[in-house]
Nanobody, 127 residues
Framework: QVQLVESGGGLVQAGGSLRLSCAAS????????MGWFRQAPGKERDTVAV????????YYADSVKGRFTISRDVAKNTVYLQMNSLKPEDTAVYYC????????????????????WGQGTQVTVSS
């Protein structure tokens, strides 16, 4: 069992940057694969970025590749999403999620594979 709390969202101008944080508590942080997902009003939930339990493998959606970076700090029990060159299309509620089972090195890119979710943090990008 793990509890997740997102933070770092806010309002930013197009071209700007934000860093989202997902603080974890409960089961050892290193035992989870982690992912960032986002959902805009009236739209489906999309995968943004995923990191393996090992921390050594990452996946990015084509729409954010080259602009976003997912990372984890085991000492702080925190996963980050660094978002650069933000676009209005990035506006959404961003959620982090944890998967406590599966291969140590595999990338899990499907939202329904994750069993623990945070409450989300709003990111708004203005033109």
């Amino acid at each position: 069992q793990v509890q997740l709390v997102e933070s770092g969202g806010g309002l930013v101008q197009a071209g700007g940057s934000l860093r989202l944080s997902c603080a974890a508590s409960g089961r050892a942080f290193s035992a989870y694969a982690m992912g960032w997902f986002r959902q805009a009003p009236g739209k489906e939930r999309d995968t943004v970025a995923v990191i393996s339990r090992s921390g050594g493998n990452t996946y990015y959606a084509d729409s954010v590749k080259g602009r976003f970076t997912i990372s984890r700090d085991v000492a702080k029990n925190t996963v980050y999403l660094q978002m650069n060159s933000l676009k209005p299309e990035d506006t959404a509620v961003y959620y982090c999620a944890a998967k406590g089972s599966g291969n140590y090195y595999r990338l899990y890119v499907t939202a329904d594979e994750y069993e623990n979710w945070g409450q989300g943090t709003q990111v708004t990008v203005s033109s």
